[in-house]
């Protein structure tokens, strides 16, 4: 333990979550330092300027991750909470605000790790501009959580007079993705060190409320944005087509791929349009306005690999349809189970 530390023991122990003077030592030293909250009361009160917009609405977001290994290049289980439930209000309009944060911690977990997790949810959550206000722990016993697990929940504000939403995309509509696809998945896979794979990926977990404050300033009738999570950019797209009741066609060879990537799902028979992201935005616009969108988001540091990678058709409903680089077409559909569990 460091010099003047109240906490006794280097592992989380059941007296942790016990409701006495070991809870109270661990919540002041880990999460209280980290996140600095206003007060502590069983409840954030709130209030911001943004609020009081005649017709503002509030979005309300909460996601839990159980993601394994914890730590892995280009983030932990701490800026993957912050940041996807950031992005979850930003994809909305949402400018994100304040968030909860919750902690199901094991018997035995170290308490220098989840310091380390703790400060850096703290820098990820200054790097979106938003607030960990209020937020919760509990301890199971050893064998019960594999670690750590933690849960966000997240509220932003709609201005007056944005409505994005899926079932707004229409036929001729320009999909446009912000960078390269699949890196999260990749290196999550690579970090596992289940296969003794030797290749160098980061996670390209980030916030994406900046980027979407920028395109939404220079194109203000994008009609929808998605972050591509699980199921990559295939489950966004199907989901897209689903409920806008249109088609989408992409082509293969606008996809953005590192070739690590490509070459890792080749070499374990993956499909890189189905591994998840954590930092790439996915967007629908007018045709008339996607150079527009395109430049505003290059501009950014969050967008500068964006590209276009297909449309909105009025042919196959509900279906998405690539053009594959040797001149064919295949269905890409959305997946029965999961390549790769415990991503987030």
Known sequence: MAAGSRLRDDRITLAHGSGGTAMRDLIDEIFVTAFEPAEMEDQARLADEAMRAAGARLAFTTDSFVVSPLEFPGGDIGTLAVNGTVNDLAVGGARP?????AFILEEGFEIVRLRRIARSMARAAAAAGVAIVTGDTKVVGRGSADGLFVTTSGIGVIPPGRE???VHVRPGDVAIVSGVLGDHGAAILVARGDMALSVDLESDCQPLNGLMDAVLAAVPEVRAARD??????AAVLNEVAGAARCGVVIDEAALPLRDEVTGLCEILGLDPLYLANE????LFVPPGRAAAALD????TEAGRGAVAVGRAVAD????????????GERIVDML???????IC
């Open 97 to 101: 605000l304040w968030l909860s944060a």
């Open 164 to 166: 994005l939403g899926e």
């Open 228 to 233: 591509a999570t699980r199921g990559g950019l």
């Open 279 to 282: 930092g790439t935005l996915v």
């Open 296 to 299: 505003a988001m290059r501009a």
């Open 316 to 327: 196959h409903p509900g279906m998405v349809v690539m053009r594959t680089a040797l001149g």
């Open 336 to 342: 029965v189970g999961d390549q790769l569990p415990r």
